[in-house]
């Protein structure tokens, strides 16, 4: 809870109690009870939440926008039958809403030296990484995978692809 909401809870009840003993000594009119600020909820999930900055991103470079055809759009079906879904943002080239969970995050491409497709939202919360085979989604501030095996129809055609025929 932040210091300054502590004080302010603080300074409430002392006052509450300076009212109690004022009205002890001598009567007053009746006023409503004021009601104390409840604390904010805690989030139900370690997720990562929507990035502050979710403003898609119109500056990006070549390298960038080249990255950005090789995106694989679409709905991922995931391990426990969960799922993400990767859109391309209209007007903004190389710009893509990616949802997970109830949340949606704007990403851009990232330039990578392996080849793997790398989607990564402005405050560098989550990564979305795309190899041939499939994709997973990264939750770089917390340091754990929020979704693994994902694969979108391409993806799942490669792997098969590469499965061995059982000769009998």
């Known amino acids: 809870m932040p210091r300054s909401s502590i004080a302010a809870i603080v300074l ?14 001598a009567p007053a009119p009746a006023q409503p009870a004021k009601v104390a600020a409840k604390p904010a909820k805690k989030a139900a ?10 403003t898609p991103d119109d500056n990006l470079n070549e390298g960038q926008l080249a990255m950005a ?12 039958k969960q799922s993400v879904k990767v859109e391309r943002l209209e ?7 990616l949802t997970f969970d109830k ?16 989607l990564v939202d402005k405050s560098d919360t989550i ?20 979704v693994d095996n994902c694969q ?4 799942r055609v490669a792997a098969q692809a590469d499965t061995p025929v059982n000769a009998h």
Request: charged share 20%.
């Open 12 to 25: 409430l009840a002392s006052s509450a109690l300076v009212a109690t003993s004022a009205s002890q000594a």
């Open 45 to 54: 999930h370690p997720q990562a939440e929507p990035a502050v900055e979710s």
């Open 152 to 155: 979108h129809e391409a993806q």
């Open 127 to 146: 990564e979305w990484v795309q190899i041939p085979k499939k994709s997973m989604l990264m939750n770089q501030k917390e340091h754990h995978r929020m």
């Open 91 to 97: 007007g903004h080239v190389g710009n893509f809403k």
């Open 103 to 118: 949340h949606s995050y704007v990403v851009q491409p990232r330039e990578t030296t392996t080849g793997a497709v790398l």
């Open 69 to 80: 055809d090789r995106v694989l759009t679409g709905t991922a079906d995931c391990e426990f």
